[in-house]
T-cell receptor
């Protein structure tokens, strides 16, 4: 039930764009995106709910394709501060016994 | 001020020892979790408590025993530590099905 993330790693120059994908073989209720910098805790970026809209946070946005059970995270005009490992977390059903299952992460490196 | 705090930050111990990690959240959340992050950065849920009640117990060895004295605290006790237990353990909290707030992690090294 672990979602599959791609790519595993990506290297950008400052100002370039990137897309990180997350897919599941199960019907998803929600998809979360988190960023973890080296030696720190994961930090919540955004959540996409079933039937919800595309979300955005400054130059980082995400979409959720319910038919394909896929989500994509879009980073535009990347900044050095975007470097880190990005995780998608998927929730298979809502309600009680809420559980997020994380993908293996995508290591994003932004160079000057 | 810290929302989710874990202690200790680092834990170095020998095989066979017993150790505990403590977690406290001041966000008023009703659900708390333990996640394990291995050397490959894979974040795997171990336990989840809702209002002091265990609701998720993944396939975790019996040597790991969580305890929640109240909904603001969730501790993790590990018996007979093994080399494979070396990892970073993250505590997290949420208000029901909402974003997780993670603690800063406890890096456990078993020698």
């Amino acid at each position: 039930q672990q979602p599959v993330q791609s790519p595993q790693a990506v290297i950008l120059r400052e100002g370039e764009d990137a897309v990180i994908n997350c897919s599941s073989s199960k019907a998803l209720y929600s998809v979360h995106w988190y960023r973890q910098k080296h030696g720190e805790a994961p930090v919540f970026l955004m959540i996409l709910l079933k039937g919800g809209e595309q979300k955005g946070h400054e130059k980082i946005s995400a979409s959720f394709n319910e038919k394909k059970q896929q989500s994509s995270l879009y980073l535009t005009a990347s900044q050095l501060s975007y470097s880190g490992t990005y995780f998608c977390g998927t929730e298979i059903r809502g309600g009680s016994n809420y559980k997020l299952t994380f993908g293996k992460g995508t290591l994003l490196t932004v160079n000057p | 001020d810290t929302a989710v705090s874990q202690t200790p930050k680092y834990l170095v111990t020998q095989m066979g020892n017993d150790k505990s990690i403590k977690c406290e959240q001041n966000l008023g959340h009703d659900t708390m979790y333990w996640y394990k992050q291995d050397s490959k950065k894979f974040l795997k849920i171990m336990f989840s408590y809702n209002n002091k009640e265990l609701i998720i117990n993944e396939t975790v060895p019996n040597r790991f025993s969580p305890k929640s004295p109240d909904k603001a605290h969730l501790n993790l006790h590990i018996n007979s530590l093994e080399l494979g237990d070396s990892a970073v353990y993250f505590c997290a909290s949420s208000q029901g099905p909402s974003p997780l707030h993670f603690g800063n992690g406890t890096r456990l090294t078993v020698t």
